[in-house]
């Protein structure tokens, strides 16, 4: 069954350590998205790959990183710098070329105390 | 770069009533319109969208309409059940940017 696979759904970490949220999906899709949702805000971009070792920042990039080192495999860190980094983090895929719906995977929720 | 309102932030209708949510954006080089539907707890779900060069789109219960002059489009849901209710996301996208940009959401609640 083809999908966007997010672990782990739940993240806790303390002030001051960078974590990494995984996103995999084997929908062999080109594009891949990280968005980070607040309620009230909607969905916010922060980094987006159309392409295997390339990726543009999005809209809220400061204080994430991203690599994108293989093709079903999107991972992001939330680095320290990241102000308030407590939120619901979802990762999606689409077909590359014209732009097509997204895939979203079912979200990990990071709460940093 | 491109922006998103989506209007109203929450909407209460009868079960069976119509209900419209409305999106407006703001780069003409817009060229997709995708409305996904997020139900408690879960993910975004695609359920309907419009290209550029359509000016209307429906599918059963639902539809969209586009108005590239004016830039806005809507989603209208006929004949709702509680099963609609859920939070409802309009986005627009640009193939050329290869990415979407998403409005706030509207949360729908239909009342049995």
């Known amino acids: 069954d083809g999908g966007i696979t997010q672990s782990p759904k739940y993240l806790f970490r303390k002030e001051g350590q960078n974590v990494t949220l995984s996103c995999e999906q084997n929908l062999n899709h080109d594009a891949m998205y990280w968005y980070r949702q607040d309620p009230g805000q909607g969905l916010r971009l922060i980094y987006y790959?159309?392409?295997?070792?390339?990726?543009q920042k999005g809209d809220i990039a400061e204080g994430y990183s991203v690599s994108r080192e293989k093709k079903e495999s999107f991972p992001l860190t939330v680095t320290s710098a990241q102000k308030n980094p407590t939120a619901f983090y979802l990762c999606?895929?689409?077909?590359?070329?014209?732009?097509?719906?997204?895939?979203f995977g079912n979200g990990t929720r990071l709460t940093v105390t | 770069g491109e922006n998103v309102e989506q209007h109203p932030s929450t909407l209460s209708v009868q079960e069976g009533d119509s209900a419209v949510i409305k999106c407006t954006y703001s780069?003409?080089?817009?060229?997709?319109f995708p409305w996904y539907k997020q139900e408690l707890g879960k993910r975004p779900q695609l359920i309907i969208d419009i290209r550029s060069n359509v000016g209307e789109k429906k599918d059963q219960r639902i539809a969209v309409t586009l108005n590239k002059t004016a830039k806005h489009f809507s989603l209208h849901i006929t004949e709702t059940q509680p099963e609609d209710s859920a939070v409802y996301f309009c986005?627009?996208?640009?193939?050329?940017?290869?990415?979407?940009?998403f409005g706030d959401g509207t949360t729908l609640t239909v009342k049995p």
């Open positions: 780069d003409s080089a817009s060229n997709y």
């Open positions: 999606a895929s689409s077909k590359a070329g014209e732009i097509s719906p997204l895939h």
């Open positions: 986005a627009a996208g640009n193939t050329n940017a290869g990415k979407s940009t």
């Open positions: 790959s159309q392409i295997v070792n390339d990726f």
